[in-house]
């Protein structure tokens, strides 16, 4: 992100980088301050985070401060301030340098709900793979075909 970008705008870069669809209520909390885009019938903040510049932190190398996006589900990100660079002409900001995997699908319960989802996969992967075992020792041409009972449930979108 570039320094002069706002409050507001890392906000809405973060959504984008999660797949978010910018409903939820959301919050940072930087220097014992709460910031944020309001959304109706939401938290009220004190500042305007379209006014709100990064450069106003004056962020140390590895600083970190906390990103808090729908309080229901109740994520909680720390935003780690990584580097100083400065900026090239030629590249569009803000920009990406890494990541891994993707990101969790919006509503799906929160972090412990996902990782539950997640850790469910494998063990119905091993159910699938038991079954077609089965089915390949009996010789049941039939069976390996039938796909209706053998789909995994729609729980690994992360």
């Known amino acids: 992100m570039r320094s002069d970008s706002t409050v507001a705008d890392l906000h809405y870069t973060l959504q984008i980088a999660f797949g978010c669809s910018n409903v939820q209520l959301n919050r940072f909390h930087i220097h014992g301050q709460d910031y944020g885009v309001y959304h109706d019938r939401g938290v009220c903040f004190s500042t305007d985070p379209h006014q709100v510049r990064l450069r106003d932190f004056q962020y140390r190398i590895n600083e970190r401060f906390l990103y808090e996006y729908d309080f229901g589900d109740c994520w909680q990100h720390e935003v780690h301030v990584e580097a100083h660079v400065a900026l090239e002409d030629r590249r569009s900001y803000p920009w990406c340098v890494g990541g891994h995997r993707r990101a969790p699908p919006e509503d799906c319960g929160g972090p ?47």
């Not at 990782?115 to 077609?132: C, N, S, T, Y």
């Not at 010789?139 to 390996?144: L, Q, S, T, V």
Request: some cysteine.
């Open 112 to 158: 412990l709900a996902f990782m539950a989802q997640r850790d469910e996969v494998p063990l119905q992967v091993e159910d699938l793979l038991d079954e077609i075992r089965v089915d390949l020792h009996a010789n049941d041409i039939e069976a390996r075909f039938d796909l209706g009972p053998r789909t995994l449930t729609n729980c690994a979108n992360g």
